[in-house]
């Protein structure tokens, strides 16, 4: 994927960004799955009064991916506060995790991004390979 492409992205991720529902925290974030075969699915943070009850804009893409019946990912974009740079939650590096999403594309200032592999994000994760060899010694 070219400079030009990944820049059109990351364009759309700052528009998912502006649909963000953050009346709580006032930090908006917009992500943006794309799937090994080119498809992409937007997320956005979406906050309740119920504080605990908000979702993060990762696991909000992921999740609209996966209702569409994609579970193959090539990456993520998100897009939070440029200058102080957002990066995934625990909880969303968890779910990355589970469908071995191998990197993220962190939007930056001045049309700058970082990209980090998920093994850098969450070294020795829990995978669901482990609890299937614990469940073979049953
Ligand atoms: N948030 C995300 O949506 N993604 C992240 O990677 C970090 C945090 C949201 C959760 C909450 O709505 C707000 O940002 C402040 O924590």
């Known amino acids: ?11 759309q991720t700052l528009q998912i960004r502006d ?3 953050a009346p709580y925290s006032d930090y908006p974030v917009g992500a943006l799955a794309v799937t090994e075969d080119g498809k992409y699915f937007s997320g956005c943070n979406v906050e309740n009064v119920s504080y605990p009850a908000g979702s993060c804009a ?12 994609n579970k193959n990912f090539a990456f993520i974009i998100i897009a939070g506060d440029l200058k102080h740079p957002t ?8 779910v990355m995790a589970e469908f071995q999403i191998p990197y993220v ?28 060899n614990i469940r073979s010694y049953k």
């Open 58 to 69: 990762e696991r909000n893409a992921i999740a609209a991916a996966i209702a569409a019946g």
């Open 19 to 21: 649909c963000a529902y």
């Open 87 to 94: 990066y995934p939650c625990g909880i969303c590096r968890q």
């Open 105 to 132: 594309i962190i939007v930056k200032e001045n049309k700058q991004y970082e990209k980090i592999a998920l093994e850098e994000l969450l070294p020795h994760s829990f995978t669901a390979a482990l609890v299937k």
């Open 1 to 11: 994927m070219g400079k030009n492409d990944i820049q059109e992205l990351i364009e």
